[in-house]
């Protein structure tokens, strides 16, 4: 198994204690963290550790028919960043999609430079697709692209949630829009009443 294999069944199995002692369904949704006697009990970003969360929200509700009248399964979304120069991809449940509210999310080092939503080297490339699931082959609908290289040190810092997310436009009912939103890891202190899934991720990178 690589390494980097054994590295997201580590963070997908930290993730899942804290969510299944969290009482919550799945994803790294910043609806995790909660109060207890005013403390906050879970971490929902990677604060101090040499990480950044990058996630995808499809906040889509319903996607109409396709002009065939395929229903929607979801969203689904590739990113790709740079790092030391190499260019890397994180995919978010192609094929499928990810449903209503549904999330996905991957932790990547702090050296990450630039990043997107779509592709690095070709701004005008789309980064999000609507999934169609028809009688025989499924159909993937682009979403206009992103269009934007988001910087380290500028869009965001270590130790920050990098969330992509798609909606639907208010003017078109038919129409999708893609975005984003930061939040920051230095609003996030403990002590946690519950396990720092971020730090643990950490701890069992260092011991790998």
Same mark, same amino acid.
């Given at each position: ?15 899942g204690a804290a969510l299944t002692w969290g009482g919550v +369904?799945? =994803?790294?949704?910043? /609806?995790?963290? #909660?109060?207890? =006697? ?8 990677p604060g101090a550790n040499p990480y950044i969360l990058v ?6 509700? =319903?996607?109409?028919?396709? #002009? +065939? ?15 030391t120069g190499a260019k890397y991809s994180i995919t978010g449940?192609? =094929?499928? +999609? ?5 999330? !996905?999310?991957?932790? @990547? ?10 592709? @690095? ?7 999000? $697709? @609507? ?24 869009? !965001? ?14 003017? /078109?009912?038919?129409?999708?829009? @893609?975005?984003?939103?930061?939040? #920051? +890891?230095?609003?996030? &202190? ?8 971020? &730090?643990? !991720? ?5 011991? $790998?």
């Open positions: 198994m690589r390494r980097s294999d054994m590295l997201r069944i580590m963070l997908a199995l930290s993730l +369904g799945a =994803g790294c949704n910043p /609806n995790l963290v #909660s109060s207890l =006697g005013g403390t906050a009990s879970l971490p929902t970003a996630r995808f929200q499809n906040q889509i509700k =319903g996607p109409p028919q396709n #002009s +065939g009248q395929t229903a929607a399964s979801g969203v689904d979304f590739l990113a790709t960043y740079r790092m449940v192609m =094929g499928d +999609g990810l449903e209503y509210t549904a999330d !996905f999310g991957e932790l @990547v080092p702090c050296n990450m430079t630039v990043i997107t939503l779509g592709d @690095v080297d070709d701004l005008t490339a789309p980064g999000a $697709w @609507v999934a169609y699931h028809g009688t025989l082959d499924p159909v993937l609908q682009p979403l206009a692209p992103f269009g934007k290289l988001l910087q380290n040190g500028v869009d !965001f810092r270590c130790g920050d949630v990098l969330t992509f997310i798609t909606y639907l436009m208010p003017e /078109n009912s038919r129409s999708y829009g @893609v975005d984003y939103q930061v939040q #920051s +890891g230095a609003s996030v &202190t403990g002590p946690f009443s519950g396990p720092d899934t971020f &730090t643990m !991720f950490t701890d069992g990178v260092k011991a $790998w």
